[in-house]
C-alpha cells in the first residue's frame, strides 16, 4: 500500500484488493523502466571515459551519442 501512496495514488487506502496489485504491478514497471533507463545513461556516461584500451575515435563517437540522447531527453523527444 506504501508503494501506492508514495507514488501518486493518494486514495490507495480505498483501492479494491485487485486494483492494489494491478496498480501496484505498473508502478514497479514504471519504477524498473526508470532504474533501466538510468543504467543505459551511466553506461553511456561510462563509455566517454578516454582509455587506453579504446581508439580516441570511439570515445568521441560514444559522447557524441551521449550528448544526442540527452538532448532528445531534455527537448522532449
Known amino acids: 500500500m506504501s508503494l501506492l501512496l508514495d507514488h501518486g495514488h493518494p486514495n490507495a487506502l480505498r483501492y479494491p484488493v485487485s486494483m492494489v496489485f494491478a496498480e501496484a504491478g505498473y508502478v514497479v514497471k514504471r519504477i524498473n523502466a526508470q532504474m533501466a533507463a538510468q543504467t543505459s545513461l551511466l553506461q553511456m556516461a561510462l563509455s566517454t ?18 550528448m544526442k540522447h540527452l538532448k532528445g531527453m531534455i527537448d522532449g523527444e
Open 49 to 66: 571515459i578516454p582509455n587506453e584500451s579504446v581508439k580516441p575515435a570511439a570515445t568521441q563517437k560514444a559522447a557524441k551519442e551521449l
